[in-house]
């Protein structure tokens, strides 16, 4: 049985962040059929893990999400710049929103945040052995707030479905399930 | 510091599953900016866990997907329908998909897909003690292929990095992590 392909592609809007466009894709079965897909320039987000008090800590940031219309807590994020590395947004966005640089990092993971209807790819890094750089300077127009949060309270919250992003989901459960990874730190 | 609000939303788009709006967010300096936000009405996916041949396996379905123009491997999901409640829209897609349906149900997690642009909420299941209902009918356009995977290989797949989604691999680390759910089922 021949595969799904993409027959023509139509640009709806195209804007600052995003791209939508309407897919005709014929299937196994030689129907066309439309398709709603959002193109995203990709992502990265880390979970920096900050040893502080004899305690491990992983700096979260608080910040209100358009889309929500609230505030939620996440770990650091942010869209890939043209041009730019996974790798090296990482490292921008580390200082950017929290202050820190950090002498390793580590990739965690790479993965589609929603593949039924956009190709955003999110690379997910660990972030450590970090350096206070003196205050953190957001981009502009963005708000947000800094909480370091111990790792048992945040394996807590993991358990007691208190954490509402899968990303954050994603690094935080990545990390406290591999013990090793956590003790070779 | 008075928090971000909405000012304004222009609709821009919409379609068969997604809605694109503008909107004019004025932030606790003061200043206005545009945003671009993708309306979404929410999804579920599930974990389906089968014992067989005396092991745990999982069962995933592998499909094309349009914004990436390939095939991935991903846990069993589907858009919530007008009307109906993530638990009805799980049990139906457990059936259409994997030609399956659970004793038991058990709520692993809550999340946003992507909260900086989109306010799609997926709602995460693991399904077990499964009954076979003869044979899967996925719907009218949808092509995809079962397969069954035993827990350990996808515990090593998981580590590799060999895993490219992410409600899956936050379903996977959630069950994979907690042993005592594990050995409970």
Known sequence: MPGSHIVSSEGIYSGRLLRLELLQVEGPDGRRREREVVRHPGAVAFVPLLEEDGQQKVILVRQYRVPLDKEILEIPAGTLEEGESPLECAKRELSEETGYRARRWEKLAE?????????????LYLACELEPLGGNHPDEGEFLQIEKIPLEELERRLKDGKLADAKTLIGLSLILCDNNKIKSL
Not at 111 to 119: K, L, V, W
Request: hydrophobic share 25%.
């Open 111 to 123: 993965f589609y945040t929603s593949p039924g209807f956009c190709d955003e790819r999110l690379h």
